[in-house]
């Protein structure tokens, strides 16, 4: 259960993440009593590189974080408490599913942030790792898109501002295959979201879904897979052209399935940020899965870029209504 605080009420309500709809309405019916909305301009606290950096630092303490693991489960709690640290509401989603070496509990966290309209952005990024890699980190897969999330998630819990669009921040276990990518193992996490979203109809509620994924990597560049939502890609190439990030991006003919798919599935327009060339050298991806995934390959600067990209776009989508 999640407690639910408007910033300028002092009326507040319990709610489940899963009855979204009836978040809503309640916020609705607050602001119908009399809560006097945010007029004035919406502003955030600096997006800090290097406090991202440190959160990829605190996640992989719980390394490998294998999904349905008891040190997955502990990674799980840490992302919670960052979260409830930062005065967001946060909620722990327990779910069976089956995989191919049998049914595994997992967990999703959820971090909400209200908004004024009726509309959500969900902003995600998987924290569970690639099973069966010795020595293993994960600190670019999937810590680096942790860390942004993180610390996007304490510049909005800090600044106690109502944004125009309501932001989820969702952290998905489960991704990795584990017996490789076949169908129906892997992407466990977010097939459960987008699940409860159209079961409960608050799909129609989500204005954007972003995923991070990979973004870590000294040499960012991100390559934008095929499957993602073109009027998406247009607000992404676009935020990274008004911050003179524009070369970091290629749009590629590859599909990747990542995380983004089960929203696009239903319906909800989304787009995978990842840098898929995570290597020794510019243009190799010889890092991935690997044991060199670990913090001295991935770099604050480049959870900083992403982070400030992501943001952009998130203003652009509410109007430019705040600075990032
Ligand atoms: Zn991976």
């Not at 070496?101 to 909400?112: A, C, D, L, R």
């Not at 924290?127 to 998630?153: C, H, K, R, W, Y």
Request: aromatic share 8%; proline share 4%; net charge negative.
């Amino acid at each position: 259960m999640l407690r639910l605080l408007n910033h300028q009420c002092t009326k507040s309500t319990k709610l489940s993440f899963v009855l979204l709809l009836r978040t809503l309405c309640v916020f609705v019916v607050m602001t119908a009593l009399g809560c006097k909305e945010e007029t004035s301009s919406f502003s955030l606290p600096e997006f800090d590189g290097r406090k991202a950096y440190a959160e990829v630092e605190a996640l992989v303490q719980f390394s490998p974080r294998d999904a349905g693991t008891s040190s997955g489960w502990k990674a799980a709690k840490h992302i919670f408490q960052r979260l409830e640290s930062f005065g967001v509401e946060a909620d722990l989603d327990e779910f069976v599913d089956r995989t191919p070496k049998g049914e595994k509990t997992m967990i999703n966290v959820i971090g909400m942030v209200p908004g004024k309209k009726k509309e959500w952005i969900i902003l995600g990024s998987h924290f569970d790792t690639m099973p069966g890699i010795e020595n293993f980190q994960g600190a670019n897969d999937s810590g680096s898109s942790t860390g942004v999330l993180l610390e996007m998630a304490r510049m909005f819990g800090e600044s106690k501002q109502v944004p125009e669009i309501g932001i989820l921040f969702a952290f998905f276990d489960g991704e990795e295959g584990i017996a490789g990518y076949i169908p129906g193992d892997g992407l466990h996490g977010s097939r459960h979201m987008a699940k409860q979203l159209l079961e409960t109809g608050d799909h129609k509620k989500i204005r954007a879904m972003i995923l991070l994924d990979m973004v870590g990597d000294k040499d960012l560049k991100f390559t934008i897979p095929y499957n993602s939502s073109q009027e998406l890609v247009k607000e992404t190439l676009n935020a990274a052209h008004q911050l003179g990030y524009r070369d970091r991006f290629t749009l590629t003919r590859s599909i990747i399935t990542d995380d983004h798919v089960p929203f696009l599935e239903i319906g909800i327009p989304a787009i995978d940020l990842i840098d898929f060339k995570f290597g020794s050298e510019p243009g190799l991806n010889d890092h991935w899965h690997t044991e060199a995934d670990h913090l001295q390959n991935i770099s604050a600067e480049s959870l900083e870029i992403t982070g400030q990209i992501t943001l952009q776009i998130v203003s652009n989508l509410m109007n430019g209504k705040y600075t990032p």
